[in-house]
């Protein structure tokens, strides 16, 4: 069968020709190489969640570190608290990685998803133009007419004893009537110079080793890896007024002055009180 006797028999992968497919070939040529860590690619059509798919066969048998799967259309992705992700097909990047950070100590597997989103900041920087600022721990900023809007998120799980499965995904061209909620954003939105998907992805992954293997080769230390600095450079939650919804019903409510050696938000209350928080919401109130 040739390619366009293939697109005849699946008229909807081709349908919007603004969106064209992912070049699951070229994306292997480029990125899956001796020595590196990108180990396979695959491109599914559809599935719900790529995170819950990589995670499952990593249950089910082994799989290779840098392992990479991509959807063109995910209609149950996952972010933090059980939200739902979900984008029209080929309008963004859904992407999820096995890592296997043998040489680091667990207790500093948390800066994963920190270290994802320095990494995908800085590829999308090269590669689209845009300053994407990273509000803590997991979300992707864009500004779109002057206010901040969510793009993308990252989801970290374990996977196995030694693994596990970082998702991310991003509202590449989303349009204005698309948009979930009024408060999201996309690339396109944000006047990206380019929302070419493949070149969005090489350089998200590339940006991903680069940062990946200096935090390995460092044990996982954020400081002597640049992360914490770098992190803390992008983190568009410092300096603000921000209230943490944090478990068990309770808020607290600071400035955020700080993420320290474990990954934490240091919130800084008017009781003079300096509270580190591993885990909970964040909201943005207002410039400090």
Known sequence: MTPRDAADDNPGRWSDLDRPPLNETALRRALVREGGLWSALEVVQRTGSTNDDLAARAAAGPVAEGTVLVAEEQIAGKGRLDRRWSAPPRSGLFVSVLLRPAEVPVDRWGWLPLLTGVAVATGLAR??????????????????DGEERKAGGILLERAGEDGVVIGFGLNVSLRAEELPVARAGSLLLAGAVSTDRD?????????LEDWY???????????????????????????????AQLPGDRDLV??????????RLIIATAEGVQAPVGAGDIVHLRLA
């Open 254 to 263: 600071g400035e955020a002055v700080a993420v320290d050696g474990d990954g």
């Open 199 to 207: 070149t969005l992805l090489r350089a998200v992954l590339r940006s």
């Open 127 to 144: 590669a689209a133009g845009v300053d994407t600022a990273l509000k803590w721990p997991n979300d992707l900023l864009v500004t779109v």
């Open 213 to 243: 293997g200096r935090w390995r080769a460092a044990g996982g230390d954020p400081s002597v890896s640049g992360l914490q600095e770098a992190y803390a450079a992008g983190c568009a939650t410092l300096g603000r007024t921000v209230r």
